[in-house]
């Protein structure tokens, strides 16, 4: 799992279309495909293209250095937990 996380910055490029970007985001779903998002850089033009799925097999990684660091999901905490507000509001 490690491997595919650290798919996350790197330049790729799919080797059946040739679209090219940086992995933005990765998935792991219940039937065991992992998937990335591909995010091409933004146009000569100043446009921001679509970013596009793809299974990770499928990628050829550009540069093994990260485009920026990759976040620690370890030690990323989120919003303090909070118990459920009741169902029925107080009156």
């Known amino acids: ?10 330049k790729v490029t799919d080797c059946v279309t040739g679209f090219s970007g940086v992995v933005t985001s ?16 933004v146009t000569l033009d100043g446009k921001n ?5 793809f299974d990770v097999a499928r990628l050829t990684i550009l540069d093994e250095v ?7 999901f370890v030690s990323v905490h989120g919003p303090e937990r909070k118990p459920a507000p009741s169902t029925h509001p107080a009156r």
């Open 26 to 41: 990765v998935s792991f779903d219940l039937y065991g495909c992992i998937q990335s998002v591909v995010t091409p850089p």
């Open 1 to 10: 799992m490690l491997t595919h996380i650290n798919l996350l910055g790197l």
């Open 66 to 72: 990260p485009v920026m660091p990759r976040p620690d």
């Open 49 to 53: 293209e679509d970013a596009r799925w």
